[in-house]
C-alpha cells in the first residue's frame, strides 16, 4: 500500500491542525495505522493509533486528551485532529500502516507517507 500525508502548516500555540493520511489499495481496511513524528536531531516517536477492527485508538502520553486519530475505510483515509498545539509539537509527521494489530515502535511497520511538516509558534 502507498501513503501519502497532508495537511500540515504553519500554526500559532493554541490552534487546531487536521492532518490525512490517504492510501491506495483495496485492503486498507485490513491495516492498523499510526502516526508518528520526528523533530530535528531527534528520534521518530510515536504518536498514536488505530486498530483495523474494532477501530480503538491508543496515544502518547504526550498527546493524549488533545490530538485524534480516526479512520474512514470508505475513503481509504486516515486523520489526525491536532487540538491545543504547542510548540512543543513541531515535527515532520509520518503516517504509517502494518498488517494485523498496531504497534508503537517505527521498525514494526511496514508501510509509510512521506511526511508533513507540522510547526507551532509561540
Known amino acids: 500500500v502507498q501513503l501519502q500525508a497532508s495537511g500540515g502548516g504553519l500554526v500559532q500555540a493554541g490552534d487546531s491542525l487536521r492532518l490525512s493520511c490517504a492510501a491506495n489499495?483495496?485492503?486498507?481496511?485490513?491495516?492498523?495505522m499510526a502516526w508518528f513524528r520526528q523533530a530535528p536531531g531527534k528520534e521518530r516517536e510515536f504518536v498514536g493509533a488505530?486498530?483495523?477492527?474494532?477501530?480503538?485508538?491508543y496515544y502518547a502520553d504526550s498527546v493524549k486528551g488533545r490530538f485524534t486519530i480516526s479512520r474512514d475505510n470508505a475513503r481509504n483515509t486516515v486523520y489526525l485532529q491536532m487540538n491545543s498545539l504547542k510548540p512543543e509539537d513541531t515535527s515532520v509527521y509520518y503516517c504509517?500502516?502494518?498488517?494485523?494489530?498496531?504497534?508503537?515502535?517505527?521498525?514494526?511497520?511496514?508501510?509509510w507517507g512521506q511526511g508533513t511538516q507540522v510547526t507551532v509558534s509561540s
Open positions: 504509517a500502516g502494518r498488517v494485523g494489530g498496531y504497534r508503537t515502535r517505527p521498525h514494526e511497520y511496514d508501510y
Open positions: 489499495g483495496r485492503t486498507f481496511s485490513g491495516y492498523a
Open positions: 488505530i486498530s483495523r477492527v474494532d477501530i480503538s485508538t
